[in-house]
């Protein structure tokens, strides 16, 4: 208990000073709970209101991708860079430090392996567990259009309640299968029925032609997925139009892991995020570290 004896008397509660009123750029969020919002905050960079998101999530359905044979060794050590990691619970418990100060985004759905149809996911873990791992928001992949459409809501529309009973956001990821196009019309549709839905954050693919009506039809963020791996320059340049056509940042997985440089490409990525630097001068800052390690 406080010492009873020796407080000052005067005390100032600046009556003629309105409440501060404090607000943050996240889309969408302003009339959630405090808790939420929180950690909405922990995702996206209060500062730019944007977020470099390091997705490693694959071997839920892939087992070990290509670059994410060790994630000990693979991830761990960018997530310093990361402003959130996407990983699996089993992923995090075994091979990602407690202590990260990155933002975690679990996946939530799944089900199917690459040996069965995609689609047919279920909710895959239970949002105790996601408090109790200390998560900011959970991940569900929804299938509009796919073959299992309507269970792929009901995952995102339990877990989108479950996460207000104890202030727990849910992004919501629109897949594409075979028979699902990439272009604005299809990402338009399925990233508002998942805003609508209840997901605080939506993640879709980048599409060249419309992308920013996509965005803007979306009323809560909407993160670009970085998609199959691409050359550098052109990776960094669809981060990049991305972020321009109104994005609030990216969730990248194979275009940073399977880098032959991935620290350099995971900052060079967050340059064109967090600073609109010009997608060419970010892959010299790239190619300028990858040289300098190769070098040392
Ligand atoms: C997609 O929704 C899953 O979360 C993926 O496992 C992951 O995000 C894919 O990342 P990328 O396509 O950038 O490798």
Not at 64 to 71: D, F, H
Request: aromatic letters at 6%.
């Amino acid at each position: 208990m406080a010492d009873l004896e020796g407080n000052a008397s005067a005390k100032t509660f600046h009556p003629d000073v309105p409440a501060v009123a404090f607000t943050h750029n996240i889309r969408g969020a302003g009339n959630l709970d405090w808790g939420m919002q929180n950690r909405l905050a922990r995702i996206f960079d209060p500062q730019t209101g944007r977020t470099v998101m390091l997705a490693f999530d694959h071997g839920y359905f892939q087992g070990p991708t290509s670059g994410l044979e060790r994630i000990d060794l693979n991830i761990a050590p960018l997530a310093e860079h990361a402003d959130a990691l996407m990983g699996t619970r089993g992923a995090l418990r075994s091979s990602i430090p407690p202590a990260t100060r990155a933002g975690l985004v679990l996946r939530a759905s799944g089900g199917p392996s690459i040996l069965k149809e995609l689609s047919d996911e279920y909710t895959a873990m239970a949002m105790d567990d996601a408090v109790r791992i200390n998560a900011d928001a959970v991940a569900v992949q929804v299938f509009v259009g796919g073959e299992h459409e309507s269970r792929s809501i009901r995952n995102l529309t339990t877990l989108v309640d479950k996460g207000y009973g104890v202030g727990l956001p849910v992004l919501g990821v629109t897949a594409v299968g075979k028979e699902l196009t990439r272009d604005a019309r299809y990402l338009g549709l399925a990233t508002r029925i998942i805003a609508e839905l209840g997901a605080q954050i939506v993640k879709t693919y980048y599409c060249d032609d419309g992308f920013e009506d996509v965005v803007a039809g979306c009323p809560v963020p909407v993160i670009m997925a970085g998609g199959r791996k691409l050359p550098e320059l052109e990776a960094l340049t669809m981060a990049s139009n991305a972020v321009r056509a109104g994005a609030a940042g990216v969730d990248m997985g194979r275009n940073i892991f399977q880098s032959p440089s991935p620290a350099a490409m995971i900052r060079a990525v967050r340059a064109v995020v967090h600073q609109d630097l010009d997608p060419a001068d970010a892959y010299e800052l790239y190619r300028e570290a990858t040289d300098a390690k190769a070098l040392a």
